[in-house]
């Protein structure tokens, strides 16, 4: 289902016309004689409600996580609404409640009967009058609400919330009154009648993991709902299959909610109830199953509440928010970063707050780092928001984060929306809302920005996050967002053995060609052989891939600041070190039209250093090739002065000269059309075979 926004509020007369008969009914054992159990039942449910219901409404007052208190408040009110749904005050406490849940659409139903019983059911009604017409969109009504309470001696402890309110209203108006053109699709296939939310996906589109209160096979909570658990789903043909648990190891009779796939799709951010508060885990995909959370440290996870966190894009830093004390929302949540120490040991320095330009007064909400390291996504109830939780994007200039951007309407409502996955192009983004209109609770929805009008390119930037498995095509211009253009390249493929094509587990290293300092490392799914992995513009990297009893790989990518977003797949089969065994050395580099070698060449030829070291009885053969520009005898000249010149850099290391052969073979021996700029590329090579072994 395309979904903008539901319809505006209808008008409260009309809801008063149809129950004008109505009287309200007092919960008093004279009006209840024949019910003398219910009753009793009913009464004693008021009296439990009541407790829940005010410590709900003090951690509101204090900007913090009223935990399960309203849902339990609503529970133990259930039984006295069943016997007696025509009271007034009841009716107001269970819009009170619903209001600050992730069913807030369910208030105004309540609010109204409680004020169509009695026009001065409670001190606090125009408060939440102003609520469900702010949630309503019906802004000057809220407005006119929220300005009449601030005049009564109740408001005192409502003065930062009447102001907040009133400059969301202000937000509401101007952000509906020009629309981003997007569309906001409710993935109906992954959604339940209970909250399912932080959605986080895989670079490929193709897997999904997300949190869900559904039924579990867990006991019930006390207010009647299930435990969160951590769901899977693979997108087939086109279409989300059924949600699976993602397994025991992570899944418990506790809450455990995603917080965030690794770029690279091994690794998974959680956060779970630890000792009476949330701590960050970290589980990890081996093979085809995800390892026990690990408790991701302890300098993090303090006394206080740590949830949902973010990997920065070079795993440097880790992003999360917190309730702890110092805070600049004072007793609520603040985004913090931490910077790694030592990544194997999980040790991380103090947690830091990102500033007071992203956090406010208010709660900020689950963040997301793009892998392109200058952008952050996260939700907040501060700055400019339209209502709850609205989601903004903030750009990282010299070092520092610039003021957040509201990213609009209909992608934030008045309701609770917030950011968990951003497409690596920046097309797509996969989100939560409790925006009336979905199945219940919170939902998944799909985001699709249109860009400038252009013919999209498919085998890269519409295959890379969509929901969907065919590219967006329109013939019709329409105006157009402006998306912030991300200079990323992302490589994905799979390791195989070339002879079997079966997965092999592959360490994959990634280098900066230019420093020759290490930029990752990681291994391939020993399970699938698949990878996964992002790069940011302004580099050239050589990138290694290597298993025990196999042949190095090597691929380059040169990408220049500021280029196109781009995908390449790539299936990687991995050779044997067997005789005749042959393999092109992408990291190899010249000075133009020189056999003079560059020192961008060096990580790559110490790899080749290092596998005659390792295998002291290998002979090979160097080989140089180059394209077909020039002459026949200035083609051969040049690679076989470029093949001696690797000779000579491997002798230099120790590796004994009667081991290795050098040879020329000018452009004879193409691997590509000499037709294309990139083919002619392709040709210019240095390779080495196996002589013998």
Known sequence: MRTIYNTLFSGILLFAASALNAQNVEFKSSNFKDKKEEFKAATEGIDKGDDFLKKGNALILETKDPGDNFLLAIYHYSKAQSLNPNNAELNFKLANAYLYTNEKYKAKDHLMKAIQLDANVDKKQEFFLGLVYLYDAKWDDAMKAFKSFEGSKKADDYVKFIAKHLEECKSGKTLMAKPERVWVDNISELNSESDDYSPSITMDGASMIFTSRRPNGHSQQAWGGYDADVYTSDLVNGKWNTPKSIGAQINTDKDEVSSMLAYNGTKLLMFRNEAGHFDIFESELRGSNWSAPINFARV?????????????????????????????????????????????????????????????????????????????????????????????????????????????????????????????????????????????????????????????????????????????????????????????????????????????????????????????????????????????????????????????????????????????????????????????????????????????????????????????????????????????????????????????????????????????????????????????QQNRRTEFEILSN
């Open 300 to 680: 993090i996870n303090t006394v206080a509440n740590q949830t949902f966190a973010s990997y920065d894009f070079d795993d440097v830093k880790i992003y999360y928010l917190s309730d702890k004390e110092g805070g600049v929302s004072n007793s609520g949540t603040d985004i913090y970063f931490s910077g790694v120490m030592d990544r194997a040991k999980r040790q991380y320095g103090n947690g830091m707050s990102v500033g007071s330009v992203i956090n406010t007064r208010f709660n900020e909400g689950p963040i997301y780092m793009h892998p392109d390291g200058e952008t952050m996504y996260f939700a907040s109830q501060g700055h400019n928001s339209m209502g709850g939780y609205d989601i903004f994007v903030s750009y990282k200039k010299q070092g520092q984060w610039l003021a957040p951007i509201n990213m609009g309407y209909p992608i934030n409502s008045p309701y609770d929306d917030f950011i968990c996955a951003m497409s690596a192009n920046s097309k797509y983004m996969y989100m939560a809302s409790n925006r009336p209109g979905g199945k219940g609770g919170l939902d998944l929805y799909k985001v699709t920005f249109w860009g400038p009008e252009k013919k999209l390119i498919v085998d890269t930037e519409d295959y890379l996050l969509s929901s969907i498995a065919s590219p967006i095509q329109d013939n019709v211009i329409e105006a157009s967002v402006q998306v912030q253009k991300k200079s990323l390249t992302v490589f994905k493929g799979r390791t195989i053995d070339a002879i079997t094509k079966k997965p092999v587990e592959a360490e994959i290293e990634i280098v900066d060609n230019a420093t020759g300092q290490g930029v990752s490392v990681f291994n391939t799914n020993s399970a699938t052989g698949k990878f996964l992995l992002s790069l940011n513009s302004g580099k050239n990297y050589g990138i290694a891939v290597k298993a025990p009893g196999y042949l190095f790989h090597s691929e380059n990518f040169d990408i220049p600041l500021y280029s196109d977003y781009n995908l390449v797949d790539k299936e990687i089969e991995l050779k044997n070190i067997a005789v005749g065994s042959k393999i092109a050395l992408r990291n190899i580099f010249f000075a133009t039209g020189s056999a003079t070698l560059t020192k961008e060449s060096n990580s790559e030829l110490d790899r080749l250093v290092k596998l005659l070291k390792d295998v002291p009885k290998l002979k090979i053969e160097i080989s140089g090739h180059t394209d077909n520009v020039g002459s026949e005898s200035m083609n051969q000249k040049l690679s076989e002065d470029r093949a001696a010149s690797v000779v000579a850099y491997v002798i230099s290391k120790g590796i004994s000269k009667d081991r290795l052969t050098s040879k020329g073979y000018g452009s004879t021996r193409p691997v590509a059309s000499n037709n294309s700029a990139d083919g002619r």
